[in-house]
């Protein structure tokens, strides 16, 4: 059974940034594309973007390039770095393996980190 | 960026009702819609993909159609612990989007 596993400060200051690592153990990060979804207090889910094992990425746009997935296979780990952090960027933060049958999904999923940006 | 819009945001229900929830694509997705229940505190767990399949031991009482911009997810007969927010997510393109959930209440 594939497992991850969030891990990072859960706390965040204005203007800096946040680095968010996610774990996966029970199955090897080969061959998947591995992604990080967000969800502020209350609100709904936004797709940050994702990578897959051999390094290459796509991102959301309206995160203005601030946003940089890495990949570890040594470490079966995968990493998010967010810059220049506002309260905006205040939520908890998900890491997901895509799933492919023919079309994506997120099949699965870890239990989030929640960051809290402060000024 | 495709936007997702679901129907109701919430809604009341009764255990053994039957359940439909509305997800529109602002454009023809196909059948790239995937769904998801999330409890409160909890992370999302995946539900049904390509918009009728249904993931490994997901309950049978959980079923989707639709194809193009409108699909529906059911819950034939609805159990207590099914209550919970589901939101619709595209994958036809990048950026992957989803909507902006239904909450089930008793």
């Known amino acids: 059974q594939v497992q991850l596993q969030e891990s990072g400060p859960g706390l965040v200051k204005s203007s800096e940034t946040l680095s968010l690592t996610c774990t996966v153990s029970?199955?090897?990060?080969?061959?998947?594309?591995w992604s990080w979804i967000r969800q502020p207090p209350g609100k709904g889910l936004e797709w940050i973007g994702y990578?897959?094992?051999?390094?290459?990425?796509d991102y959301n746009p309206s995160l203005k390039s601030r946003a940089t997935i890495s990949v570890d296979t040594s470490k079966n780990q995968f990493s998010l770095k967010l810059s220049s952090v506002t309260a905006a960027d205040t939520a908890v933060y998900y890491c997901?393996?895509?799933?492919?049958?023919?079309?994506?999904?997120?099949?699965?999923w870890g239990q989030g980190n929640l960051v809290t940006v402060s000024s | 960026d495709i936007q997702m819009t679901q129907s109701p945001s919430s809604l009341s229900a009764s255990v053994g009702d039957r359940v439909t929830i509305t997800c529109r694509a602002s454009?023809?997705?196909?059948?790239?819609l995937n769904w998801y229940q999330q409890k409160a505190g909890k992370a999302p767990k995946l539900l049904i993909y390509?918009?009728?399949s249904l993931q490994s031991g997901v309950p049978s009482r959980f079923s989707g159609s639709g194809s193009g911009t409108d699909f529906t997810l059911t819950i034939s007969s609805l159990q207590p612990e099914d209550f919970a927010t589901y939101y619709c997510?595209?994958?036809?393109?990048?950026?992957?989007?989803f909507g902006q959930g239904t909450k089930v209440e008793i």
């Open positions: 997901a393996r895509v799933g492919w049958t023919n079309k994506y999904y997120f099949d699965y």
């Open positions: 029970g199955g090897s990060i080969s061959s998947y594309y």
């Open positions: 990578i897959y094992y051999s390094g290459s990425t």
């Open positions: 454009q023809s997705i196909s059948t790239y």
């Open positions: 390509a918009a009728s």
């Open positions: 997510q595209q994958s036809y393109s990048t950026p992957w989007t």
